[in-house]
């Protein structure tokens, strides 16, 4: 059991950034890779990146590529989504979530993950 907790959510101006921070418990979230979604008002909840158990492997969206950066403390139990130059359009609850098995053709699919944090909620002002 995994159990996932957000925070670093926030008011942030276009152009600006935030740090999300996503802190797992239980002694195995080394073996879990981890998920960034994000589901704005009115809309599907949407892949956002993903890093393998390791670290060593990183993918986004094509909407935050070059923007976001994911990142991971397994001495910490923590997943990091960097977010630098914000756009109101990336206004949304976002989400962490976690799974031993995904793959490059399952790891955007929400169905895939097993746990889910409870969200922190990301305004972007124009």
């Known amino acids: 059991q995994v159990q996932l907790v957000e925070s670093g959510g926030g008011l942030v101006q276009a152009g600006g950034s935030l740090r999300l921070s996503c802190a797992a418990s239980g002694r195995t979230f080394s073996s879990y890779d981890m998920g960034w979604f994000r589901q704005a008002p009115g809309k599907e909840r949407e892949f956002v990146a993903r890093?393998?158990?390791?670290?060593?492997?990183?993918y986004y969206a094509d909407s935050v590529k070059g923007r976001f950066t994911i990142s991971r403390d397994n001495a910490k139990n923590t997943v990091y989504l960097q977010m630098n130059s914000l756009k109101p359009e990336d206004t949304a609850v976002y989400y962490c979530?976690?799974?031993?098995?995904?793959?490059?053709?399952?790891?955007?699919?929400?169905?895939?993950?097993?746990?889910w944090g409870q969200g922190t909620q990301v305004t972007v002002s124009s």
């Open positions: 979530a976690a799974d031993r098995h995904t793959t490059i053709a399952t790891m955007s699919s929400t169905n895939v993950y097993d746990y």
């Open positions: 890093i393998n158990w390791s670290g060593g492997r990183t």
